[in-house]
């Protein structure tokens, strides 16, 4: 009997540490957006060389999370928080210009991007199969499309920018699930910042695929 109680108990921390870190996660996702959408407001003027540099700066931010892992969790967050600045930045001459030649896509984006983002993420969250081999090809899938969009700047093919972006869908979907799964079976809360972050790539790719598909030729005949 005692036994069975300890058992339950444990079982009763887990969960709750478990929707804690859920808690703390998503919390982290939407301050990162948050601070994206500030971004965006605050770079609508720049250029698309300012963007770059934004961009570069912005990923240099989401590796220094690694080093300051191990000297303070403060800093961790704080380099999260900058990362959503900056990619905001980075982003804000396309998003700009997609809001002067068609806001409504914007709007069609984030609604799509909300539903794809619940649906594909409670799939992976409460699913019990190991998601790793799935995202290891994704993460190949995804080498292979970057290297496709490189050749497709030089090289003009009907539809491509379509199908370009309905595979990124496809890979993304993979990467959601797989990161809500981490989410889920992850016991470390010091993993949420990294967490947030994974999570908040996801939906800034999905967004941008989507954006892609209903600005494009085939959304302007909607």
């Not at 444990?10 to 990162?32: E, K, N, P, S, W």
């Not at 199969?129 to 050749?151: P, S």
């Not at 981490?182 to 972050?197: E, I, K, V, Y």
Request: glycine share 10%; charged share 10%; hydrophobic share 60%.
């Amino acid at each position: 009997m005692t036994q069975s109680l300890t058992y339950q108990q444990m079982g009763t921390a887990a969960r709750g540490q478990a929707h804690a870190l859920f808690a703390q996660t998503m919390g982290y996702v939407a301050a990162t957006a948050a601070l994206f959408a500030l971004g965006a407001w605050l770079g609508r003027d720049l250029t698309g060389g300012a963007g770059i540099i934004a961009f570069i700066a912005a990923f240099a931010a989401l590796i220094g999370m690694r080093a300051a892992a191990r000297r303070s969790a403060q800093l961790t967050v704080g380099l999260l928080g900058v990362f959503g600045l900056l990619i905001g930045l980075a982003v804000a001459p396309v998003l700009a210009y997609y809001a002067s030649m068609d806001p409504r896509a914007l709007w069609q984006a984030g609604g799509a991007t909300a539903l794809f983002i619940a649906a594909f993420g409670a799939a992976g969250y409460a699913t019990r199969r190991d998601l790793t081999a799935i995202a290891r090809a994704c993460f190949w899938a995804l080498l292979a499309l970057i290297a496709a969009g490189l050749i497709l700047v030089f090289v003009h093919i009907h539809g491509a920018d379509l199908v370009y972006s309905v595979l990124g869908l496809v890979i993304f979907a993979g990467f959601t699930m797989f990161d809500f799964q981490r989410l889920r079976t992850s016991q470390d809360a010091a993993s949420a910042p990294f967490l947030a972050a994974s999570i908040f790539l996801d939906v800034l790719n999905v967004f941008l695929f989507f954006l892609a598909i209903f600005s494009g030729p085939q959304g302007a005949e909607r």
